[in-house]
């Protein structure tokens, strides 16, 4: 969560320099080239057509769409606005499950659902009543937009990984984005100039492909062995508190009375969601 907190701050500071196609674009070659030994042909080839279909959506929302609006959101808003908005995937995961799957919520699941709301509200609404200076509405929107896409690659790999293991479906997926990304990047390439890029900025564009597309994956999957799901519940917490000081240490951001709201907001959704059900004694008959 550390990772992907300060993911949302990375790539703010990279698009104020590298167009938000290119980046993308760039984040996934990276991730394809690390991933290319997972793409084997005799391996790909026991894959079934409808496994295929699936991760295709997974790639179009999980990987394209979400990096296309995440990029261009934190491009837009504050780090501290978009690690906010980016916090409530656990609820709005639960969300979709409920509206999707028809798997009905649990009272915490609920709750979470409406703080999560409810923070997603005071800090998209915030710059209106004058308390955020650099927030922008239509960027924490596009942020939003990327949780909704990032939660239903969630949702949608809940059946694959009965059948195939979290990293061959991150190499898969990521190779789909590869594909969908190339002719929009290739356009941004077009009267570009490399050079005006300063070496440090490149370097945080390969460290962003790594984090986000690799180690924040692969160290989330290993965690979550060895945890209660309830307690990785709250480790996502970290995410907002990452993203806001980035955004305060190397952004020059000031948090203001809304993103604290709205921070509290969403803990506090995560906290009781994340809560063990007390175990009642049965009554003695």
């Known amino acids: 969560m550390l990772l992907v907190g300060s993911n949302v701050g990375i790539g703010k500071s990279v698009v104020v320099v ?4 290119l980046f993308a674009l760039l984040r996934f070659i990276v991730a394809v080239a690390v991933l290319s030994p997972l793409y084997r042909p005799a391996k790909m080839r026991r894959v079934s057509r409808g496994e295929w279909i699936n991760l295709f959506l997974q790639a179009f929302f999980g990987t394209f769409l979400f990096t296309l609006l995440m ?9 501290v606005a978009a690690g906010v908005i980016t916090s409530t995937i656990p609820a709005i995961v639960a969300l979709l499950a409920w509206v999707v799957l028809k798997e009905r919520p649990g009272p915490r699941a609920i709750a979470a659902i409406v703080f999560a709301i409810v923070g997603v509200i005071v800090v998209t609404l915030a710059r209106e009543s004058g308390e955020t200076g650099s927030g922008s509405f239509i ?10 896409c990032e939660s239903t690659y969630v949702i949608l790999s809940r059946r694959l990984t009965q059948t195939l293991s979290p990293i061959d479906i991150c190499a898969y997926t990521h190779g789909f984005g590869l594909l969908l990304m190339l002719p929009f990047g290739i356009v941004s390439l077009i009267g570009f100039d490399f050079a005006t890029v300063p070496l440090h900025m490149w370097a945080l564009v390969v460290w962003y492909a790594l984090s ?11 965690g979550i062995r060895h945890v209660p799901g309830q307690l990785a519940g709250v480790f996502t917490a970290v995410l907002p508190v990452a993203a806001a000081t980035y955004g305060i240490a190397f952004l020059g951001e000031r948090p203001t009375a ?19 059900p007390r175990n009642v004694p049965p009554v003695a008959s």
Do not use: D, E
């Open 18 to 21: 590298v167009p938000v196609l």
């Open 71 to 79: 990029l261009g959101g934190v491009q837009r808003t504050s780090a």
């Open 139 to 148: 960027g924490n929107l596009m942020v939003l937009g990327a949780v909704f």
């Open 212 to 222: 986000a597309s690799i180690f924040s994956f692969w160290l989330w999957m290993k």
């Open 258 to 276: 809304a993103h604290g709201i709205a921070l509290a907001c969403v803990v506090a959704g995560v906290a009781i969601a994340s809560m063990r």
